[in-house]
């Protein structure tokens, strides 16, 4: 495979314009009120695929939000790479901490990214990162160097937690067989540290809801007298993490994965600098479980944040009451052999079994997923380092993420087969918070890389 270099040098302007052309529709999967953005982006992706070369694309409708998939098959004898990406971003709120509106895209220079870098939701989750495969295509069929078959599976339910994929996988499992499974919708170390995502977390979502008295009540007149649920369900999250940041709930960690000594030692020699992370982040010190470092933290230990909290009054000045209702919603992060399914019901019967006298409380599931880590020695692993070498000039670092996309552990059980998760962003650059980016020169280096792995892919596979 010749290098994609010059390709991408001549293309580079067209390459930024088209993918600010897509960041602009609002595809925000979690707010209805954009469902028709949500489907006109699926259109683009679909018009986008045809135009790279794939030989059919179909938009395939399910319950929610379409699929689309198309391919390029050129030999059936040959290997078949299976894309999958997401289309649907996550919403922008709170829209007043962005410097620019969050679906006009704006190219500026940063620090980490002085070539410049596109600020727009979606910029690197995932819209950028899954067309940087789109792109690849094209250079690889514009100039007759295509090496092997090529599918694309693309959603639009990932930021809510990939409710129909799952249907439609274990429905077309003949349609989407592939001998490995490609991705970039996660980060890397930094852009002179590259690095391939080994491990995903996994992940159980729920709503709780602590109910006192029938109405919202005087503070004064009943304070003192009643439980008052803001109150109640304070104190019952509190309780869910002890001294040491350990998590509470019976059971939690009885199928937790244990790392040996060794495999602890190789983690700590990927490059990480506590300073400069705690200076990022404008904070005076990391905050964790005991015993484990913060890349450990944030990885192959699990994890329970509250990822919002309501009730009672927030409007303008006082107001004296008590209310009636208090909720928040909680997501557990999980590790390799913890059972999402089984860890939400821990959950539940844990909540319910600490709520005091004197309220009501109801636990509602959201979504969820197993954890994935992938072998480092696989076929797919091996090309992708080939790939790396061979743009970066050095061999990427294996390293599990915190983050989690629960349907790659689907895909290995329905389909079989290992993914490979090359993700191009920077913790940095902001995904899910205001002012979310994407460097040009980490969009562009995906677009040089992504040809490479197909290239020692099919050679390896010989
Ligand atoms: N692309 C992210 C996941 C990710 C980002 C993994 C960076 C590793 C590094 C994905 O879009 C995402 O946000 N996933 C959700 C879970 C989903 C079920 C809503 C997450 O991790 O919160
Ligand atoms: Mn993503
Ligand atoms: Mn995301």
Partial sequence: MKSAKPYIEKNKQRFLDELIELLKIPSISADSAYKKDVIKTAEAIKKSLEKAGCDTVEICETAGYPIVYGEKIIDKKLPTILVYGHYDVQPPDPLDLWDSPPFEPVIKKTKLHPEGAIFARGS??????????????????????????????????????????????????????????????????????????????????????????????HSGLYGGAVANPINILAKMIASLHDKNNHITIPGFYDDVEKLSKKEREKMAEAPFNLKDYEKALDIDAVYGEKGYSTNERNSIRPTLDVNGIWGGYIGEGAKTVIASQAFAKISMRLVPNQDWK??????????????????????????????????IDSLGYKAAEKAYEETFGKTPIPQRSGGSIPIVALFEKELKSKTILMGFGLDSDAIHSPNEHFGIWNYLKGIETIPQFYHFFTEMSK
């Fill in 124 to 217: 690197c989750d995932d819209k950028g990162q899954l067309y940087m495969h789109v792109k690849a295509l094209e250079y690889m069929t514009s100039t007759k160097q295509l090496p092997c078959n090529v599918k694309f599976m693309i959603e639009g339910e990932e930021e809510v937690g990939s409710k129909s994929l799952g249907d439609f996988v274990s429905k077309n499992k003949k349609k989407l067989a592939n001998d490995v499974i490609l991705i970039s919708d996660t980060g890397m170390i930094a852009k002179d540290v590259p690095s391939i995502t080994t491990g995903l977390r996994g992940l159980s979502y729920v709503e709780v809801e602590v109910t006192g008295p029938n109405r919202d009540l």
């Fill in 342 to 375: 089984k860890i939400t019901e821990l959950f539940k019967k844990h909540f319910e079994s600490i709520a005091p006298e004197g309220v009501r409380v109801k636990v509602t599931p959201h979504h969820g997923g197993q954890a994935y880590v992938t072998p």
